[in-house]
């Protein structure tokens, strides 16, 4: 499952660069600009970054199921049949036959904590990863491309900011088109942007401490 996820987003990371790639080079000609190659390729990777993130967070949550002849069989008006759901008690199997519904939780903590108490047998090792470890690292990117790409983002309340803008947007938009909106989320989310500055900082540091870094990541400090 894990496999899955990250596969579908690598794979929009790619066309994203496909598309993105002619169109920066040819405004780049248009504006004769002299062009930083380093700042280029931070950028793109941000931008394919994005993309891919984007992807697998906002859409809207179209249920995909394999029939008996193999075929993609897609359920986009109700959820039927037995299914785990998040309540105030933590997770617990209903019937469900019934129109998406928009989901939240505003409690923090309380999702994190449910998937943490959750029976092995109703919540798999996979389920447990994605949500938990995986709304951590899929972040992660975010937190080292965004100032190597952007020379003023660099103080860790600007990327701490950006970071919070997006996710809070991420979780909007996903209230509105039929996904989980949830403040445990942004706190596993925001954690990951962090940790990916912090191992940035770490990481320049490091080198550093052997010779100067050459480009747009010597502002940070």
Same mark, same amino acid.
């Given at each position: 499952?894990?496999?899955s996820y990250f596969g579908?987003?690598?794979?929009?990371?790619?066309?994203?660069?496909?598309?993105?790639?002619?169109? *920066?080079?040819?405004?780049? *000609?248009? !504006?004769? $600009?002299?062009? @930083?190659?380093? %700042? =280029?390729?931070?950028?793109?990777?941000?931008?394919?970054?994005?993309?891919?993130?984007?992807?697998?967070?906002?859409?809207? =949550?179209?249920?995909?199921? !394999?029939? +008996?002849? +193999?075929?993609?069989?897609?359920?986009?008006?109700?959820?039927?049949?037995?299914?785990?759901?998040?309540?105030? %008690? +933590?997770?617990?199997?209903?019937?469900? $036959?019934?129109? &998406? /519904?928009?989901?939240?939780?505003?409690?923090?903590?309380?999702?994190?904590?449910?998937?943490?108490?959750? @029976?092995?047998?109703?919540?798999?090792?996979?389920?447990?990863?994605?949500?938990?470890?995986?709304?951590?690292?899929?972040?992660?990117?975010?937190?080292? &491309?965004?100032?190597?790409?952007?020379?003023? /983002?660099?103080?860790?309340? !600007?990327?701490?900011?950006?970071?919070?803008?997006?996710?809070?947007?991420? =979780?909007?938009?996903?209230?509105?088109?039929?996904? $989980?909106?949830?403040?445990?989320?942004?706190?596993?989310?925001?954690?990951?942007?962090?940790?990916?500055?912090?191992?940035? !900082?770490?990481?320049?540091?490091?080198?550093?401490?052997?010779?100067?870094?050459?480009? $747009?990541?010597?502002?940070?400090?």
């Amino acid at each position: 499952m894990i496999q899955s996820y990250f596969g579908s987003m690598l794979f929009t990371c790619v066309a994203v660069l496909v598309l993105y790639l002619p169109l *920066r080079l040819a405004f780049l *000609r248009l !504006r004769r $600009a002299k062009i @930083d190659w380093a %700042h =280029e390729l931070w950028l793109a990777l941000l931008v394919c970054y994005l993309g891919g993130l984007l992807s697998q967070t906002v859409l809207p =949550e179209l249920l995909f199921s !394999r029939g +008996g002849d +193999g075929s993609l069989a897609l359920n986009v008006l109700f959820y039927s049949g037995n299914q785990l759901v998040l309540s105030k %008690h +933590g997770f617990e199997w209903v019937y469900a $036959a019934q129109p &998406l /519904m928009r989901r939240w939780n505003l409690v923090p903590f309380h999702t994190i904590v449910s998937y943490l108490k959750a @029976d092995g047998y109703a919540v798999s090792v996979s389920v447990r990863a994605i949500n938990l470890l995986g709304n951590v690292l899929v972040l992660v990117p975010f937190g080292v &491309l965004l100032p190597l790409a952007f020379p003023k /983002m660099q103080k860790w309340s !600007r990327v701490f900011l950006c970071g919070s803008a997006l996710i809070l947007l991420i =979780e909007v938009t996903q209230f509105f088109v039929g996904r $989980a909106a949830d403040i445990d989320d942004y706190i596993l989310n925001i954690l990951g942007v962090m940790l990916g500055y912090a191992l940035l !900082r770490l990481c320049l540091y490091g080198v550093r401490s052997v010779r100067p870094v050459p480009n $747009a990541a010597d502002g940070l400090s």
